[in-house]
């Protein structure tokens, strides 16, 4: 039996990872496209870091999910700053 089936996946390929720009108590990890499995173990790290409040080896700044959030005079800039923050 062979099966053969679309992957959702974001527009850069890259899992979101990190806190939502609505509520700050709901941390995102999803969009690990074919690799979810493989990536379980490092996104707990991550995200445990997260919501620890401690500092991550990696700069988590391409995987925030603002990073969908363009400015509206340029659309081609994310509305994050290099500490991650929206502006």
Sequence with gaps: DEWLGFRPTLPDFLPVLGPSLKNKNIIYAFGHQHLGWTLGAITG???SKIVAGEKTNLDLTPYFSS???F???NLSEPNIDMEGELI
Excluded: A, D, G, Q
């Design 67 to 69: 990073v969908f959030e």
């Design 71 to 73: 400015n509206s005079i």
């Design 45 to 47: 790290k991550i995200i």
